[in-house]
């Protein structure tokens, strides 16, 4: 939670390993890759399925920024979640008439000759 918690990549079948550079272990500010909060509000965003109550983990930290006594590193604790809806501040009022004059829908995400489906080029598939 706030970025405290140790490196992920540091432990192998729960077991502490060294780091991955000696900076880990002279400087006291690198502790942690992300903060819990901040990667799960992305991953919900994304709408990749999680198991996890995202509101319940942004109250878990403010509950341990106040346990802590200072602002720890997750911006979502102080940001909140995404608006889905965007935020008026950043809407891009152009997009809507260049969507259409190259003929897309106004809610279309990606061009209709792509498909539904990625394809990987043929010079990049695996031979």
């Not at 909060?37 to 319940?56: A, F, P, R, S, T």
Request: aromatic residues 8%.
């Amino acid at each position: 939670m706030g970025g405290m918690g140790g490196q992920p990549a540091n432990f192998l079948d729960d077991c502490p390993v060294p780091g991955t550079g000696e900076y880990y272990y002279e400087d006291p500010r690198y502790v942690g890759l992300t903060c819990l909060e901040d990667m799960l509000v992305q991953i919900d965003e994304m709408g990749i399925e999680h198991g996890y109550d995202v509101d319940h983990v942004l109250k878990l930290g403010r509950l341990m920024e106040k346990t802590a006594g200072h602002r720890l590193r997750s911006e979502a604790v102080i940001n909140g979640r995404t608006l889905k809806e965007g935020h008026m501040k950043f809407a891009r009022p152009g997009l809507k008439p260049l969507k259409e004059k190259q003929g897309e829908e106004p809610k279309q995400l990606l061009p209709k000759e792509w498909g539904d489906n990625a394809v990987l080029p043929e010079k990049y598939q695996p031979k």
